[in-house]
């Protein structure tokens, strides 16, 4: 069973289009929950940590919010140059105490296009 | 440097072969991962050093891997007599201290390939 599921896996927006990237997880604890944005051909750039339900970041055009059961990053007047995939991942805490390493959804390849 | 370095930046292989996978973190960080990404896939975590304690080893899919880190800097992926399956872009990144571990700084990853 997939812990961390992305949807859409593509979204095409036109330039100012917003829109919404979503993130659901099922961890029995979570230590964190983080955002990164990948382009072509490069590794991950880290974006957003949020760690409670009812937090929220925000970054440029980007904002990050989470509930207990899912993240959404919204999109506000995209331009071109947000056109990546955008990763999801999340930390759980173990029984032990201690937390598991990043798990990792698939992520949503962003086009907008102008 | 400034960032994570990983070299080279595409492997190509005969399948049976051994490679090894080079990553420089960011000078200064104590941790270290490295993961794997197949095409269309998300990241799987593979193996994490943290200063001088014993790694991480949950992630590694089978003996075949292993990873060391020498002097807590530079790190090396060794994968032994290489399969098809393997083919994947293979990701070091390092941050500061554990406790920032979502704040990870990746580097451009290795591209592997086994023919």
């Known amino acids: 069973e997939d812990q961390v599921t992305q949807s859409p896996e593509a979204l095409r927006l036109q330039e100012g289009e917003s829109s919404s990237l979503n993130c659901s997880y099922t961890?029995?604890?979570?230590?964190?929950l983080f955002w990164y944005r990948q382009d072509p051909g490069k590794g991950p750039e880290f974006l957003f940590t949020?760690?409670?339900a009812g937090e929220e970041k925000e970054k440029e055009r980007l904002k990050a919010t989470l509930t207990k059961k899912e993240s959404f990053l919204h999109i506000t007047a995209p331009k071109p140059e947000d056109s990546a995939t955008y990763l999801c991942a999340v930390r759980e805490s173990l029984s032990s105490g201690s937390a598991r390493q990043l798990t990792f959804g698939s992520g949503t390849q962003l086009t907008v296009l102008p | 440097g400034a960032g994570v370095s990983q070299s080279p930046s595409n492997k190509v292989t005969e399948k049976g072969k051994d490679v090894e996978l080079r990553c420089d973190p960011i000078?200064?960080?104590?941790?270290l991962y490295w993961y794997r990404q197949s095409l269309g896939q998300g990241l799987e975590f593979l193996i994490y050093f943290q200063g001088n304690s014993a790694p991480d080893k949950s992630g590694l899919p089978s003996d075949r891997f292993s990873a060391e880190r020498t002097g807590g800097s530079v790190s090396t992926l060794t994968i032994q007599r290489t399969q098809q399956e393997d083919s994947a872009v293979y990701l070091c990144?390092?941050?500061?201290?554990?406790?920032?571990?979502?704040?990870?700084?990746f580097g451009p990853g290795t591209r592997l390939t086994v023919l």
């Open positions: 949020l760690y409670s």
């Open positions: 990144a390092s941050s500061f201290t554990s406790g920032s571990v979502g704040e990870q700084f």
């Open positions: 961890v029995s604890g979570l230590r964190g």
């Open positions: 000078s200064g960080h104590t941790a």
